[in-house]
C-alpha cells in the first residue's frame, strides 16, 4: 500500500475532497496539520498535528523526527503547506519540486524579479519596504496601480490605487492586512505594480517532467477592474480563440521552466490586452476553494485523485465527458456576522445545476477582500455551452438571499466599574 503523507490545513476547504480521493485509490494518509502549538499536546495530539507551515525548515525537523516508516509522496492540501511539503520531499528524496523554487513563485516580488530577468511580459513593480513612506514613489509610478502583499492569496491585500492619495490609504490597508496575516511582515514590505487593463483568465494544469498540460482554461466573465478584486465565475471552455488559448499555455509553460517547476499542480492567472499575456501568478498548487470540483467530470476522476495518482506514479488514464461547466464563488456582499441564508432549496433546482455548496458557518464574521479570502460558498453548474453555464450560474445566484448582519461593537465601559467609584 502506498503511503503520502498529507499536509491538513486546519482550515482547509478540500482536506476531505484529498481524504476521499485517498480512500478511493486504497492510499494511507500519514495526516500531519497546522494546529495550535500550544492546544494540541492538550488534546492529546502529536507534534506533526502542530506543525507551522510557514517556517519550513523547523517543521520539516518535526516531522522527519517525528515520522517513521517509508512514504512515497509528500503532498499539501492549499497554498499553505505547498512549501513545506516541497522541502519534505526534497528532504526525503521523494519526487517533488524544488523548495527553492516553490517558495520563489509563492512570493509576489521575488515572481516578478524572476518574470523580469526571464524577458517575460512583467507589469513595472517596486518594492515597499515596511515603514517607508509611498510618497516617495510617486514620481516613479503610473497611476494606476495595484498594492499588495507579498505572500497572500485569495486578493487577500490586493487594491487598485489611482492617485498618490487613494496609494497611501491602500499602502497602510495592506500593511495593515498583512501584518495580521503574516507574521513575517516587518521583513516582507509590499510590492506596487502598474495596473494591467484587460480580461482575465484562469489555468489550471499539470506538470510532468517539466511538460505543461492545461486541465482547463477558464474565463473570468465578470470584470475584475479594482479597487478590490474579489474573484467569482469561472467558466470553461475558454470562449477564447484557439490561438489564444495556445498562447497563453505557452507563455504559462514558459514561467513554470523558467522558476524551475517541473512537476505537480499548476495554477495560473492571467490578463490578456493587445500588449499579450501578462501572468498574474503562477502557483505550484491547484484551484483553490472548492473549485476543483467544476473539473470532475472532464477529468473523470476528482481533481484530488488525479493528484494524488501523479504523486504515487499511478496511471492517470480516465475518461471525462465534454460539453461546460462553471463555478461561481459565492461573493461576500459587506463585512458582518453570517447568519444563515434562504432560497437554497429554489437555487439547487436550476436547471444545469449540480450543486450549491454553502461553506460559510452561521456565527461566522465573513469579509470581502481585501480584508477577507473567503467566499460563502460555491455554485457548480454543467451546461451545453459556456454561455449557458454562466447564465446559469447568474440565475442561481439571484435565487439565494444571505443573512448578513453588521457586527456592534460591545459597549464594555457601562459595565465596568469607573476607577474611586463603588
Ligand atoms: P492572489 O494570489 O491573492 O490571487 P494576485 O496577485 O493574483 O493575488 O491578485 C489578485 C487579483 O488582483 C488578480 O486576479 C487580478 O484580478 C488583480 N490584479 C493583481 N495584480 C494586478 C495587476 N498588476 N493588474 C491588474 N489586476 C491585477
Redesign the pocket.
Known amino acids: 500500500m502506498k503511503r503520502v503523507l498529507l499536509l491538513l490545513p486546519t482550515t482547509g476547504y478540500r482536506n476531505q475532497d484529498f481524504l476521499a480521493a485517498a480512500k478511493t485509490l486504497g492510499v494511507e494518509i500519514v495526516a500531519a496539520a497546522n494546529y495550535c502549538h500550544q492546544l494540541a499536546p492538550s488534546w492529546g495530539f502529536a507534534p506533526i498535528m502542530a506543525l507551522h507551515f510557514d517556517r519550513p525548515e523547523q517543521a520539516a525537523d518535526t516531522v522527519l523526527r517525528e515520522i517513521d516508516g517509508t512514504l512515497d509522496a509528500v503532498l499539501a492540501v492549499d497554498d499553505s503547506g505547498i512549501e513545506l511539503a516541497a522541502l519534505l520531499a526534497e528532504r526525503l528524496g521523494l519526487p517533488g519540486n524544488r523548495a527553492a523554487a516553490v517558495r520563489r513563485v509563492r512570493d509576489?516580488l521575488a515572481f516578478r524579479r524572476l518574470l523580469r530577468e526571464r524577458e517575460l511580459l512583467c507589469?513595472a513593480f517596486h518594492h515597499l519596504p515596511s515603514g517607508d513612506d509611498p510618497r516617495r514613489l510617486v514620481p516613479d509610478l503610473q497611476f494606476p496601480v495595484?498594492v499588495?502583499a507579498r505572500r497572500?492569496?485569495?486578493?487577500?491585500g490586493?487594491i487598485r490605487a489611482d492617485d498618490a492619495e487613494a496609494l497611501a490609504r491602500a499602502v497602510n490597508w495592506v500593511r495593515a492586512i498583512q501584518s495580521r496575516a503574516d507574521r513575517d511582515a516587518e521583513q516582507l514590505g509590499l510590492i506596487i505594480?502598474?495596473?494591467?487593463p484587460g480580461r482575465?483568465f484562469a489555468l489550471e494544469g499539470s506538470l510532468d517532467r517539466g511538460q505543461l498540460t492545461t486541465l482547463a482554461l477558464f474565463d473570468k466573465p465578470d470584470p475584475?477592474d479594482g479597487p478590490c478584486?474579489e474573484e467569482t465565475l469561472y467558466v470553461t471552455p475558454s470562449r477564447l480563440p484557439e490561438a489564444v488559448r495556445a498562447r497563453i499555455h505557452e507563455e504559462v509553460a514558459r514561467a513554470c521552466r523558467a522558476a524551475g517547476l517541473a512537476t505537480g499542480p499548476v495554477h495560473a492567472?492571467v490578463?490578456v490586452n493587445e500588449r499579450g499575456i501578462w501572468l498574474?501568478?503562477v502557483a505550484a498548487r491547484s484551484i483553490g476553494g472548492l473549485c476543483g470540483r467544476v473539473l470532475t467530470h472532464s477529468l473523470g476522476m476528482s481533481l484530488e485523485e488525479m493528484i494524488l495518482r501523479q504523486a504515487i506514479a499511478a496511471p492517470l488514464a480516465a475518461a471525462g465527458v465534454g460539453g461546460a461547466a462553471g463555478v461561481m464563488m459565492i461573493p461576500i456582499p459587506r463585512r458582518g456576522i453570517f447568519h444563515g441564508l434562504e432560497g437554497l432549496a429554489d437555487a439547487q433546482s436550476v436547471g444545469g445545476v449540480t450543486g450549491v455548496s454553502i461553506t460559510a458557518e452561521p456565527g461566522q464574521i465573513v469579509a470581502p477582500p481585501p480584508d477577507g479570502a473567503s467566499y460563502l460558498g460555491f455554485i457548480f453548474v454543467r451546461a451545453a455551452t459556456p454561455a449557458e453555464a454562466e447564465n446559469a450560474l447568474r440565475l442561481d445566484h439571484r435565487r439565494l438571499r444571505f443573512d448578513i448582519r453588521p457586527e456592534y461593537p460591545a459597549v464594555v465601559e457601562a459595565l465596568m466599574p469607573t476607577p474611586g467609584r463603588p
Open positions: 509576489k507589469p495595484v499588495k497572500l492569496s485569495g486578493s487577500r490586493v505594480e502598474d495596473f494591467i482575465e475584475l478584486f492567472e490578463r498574474l501568478e
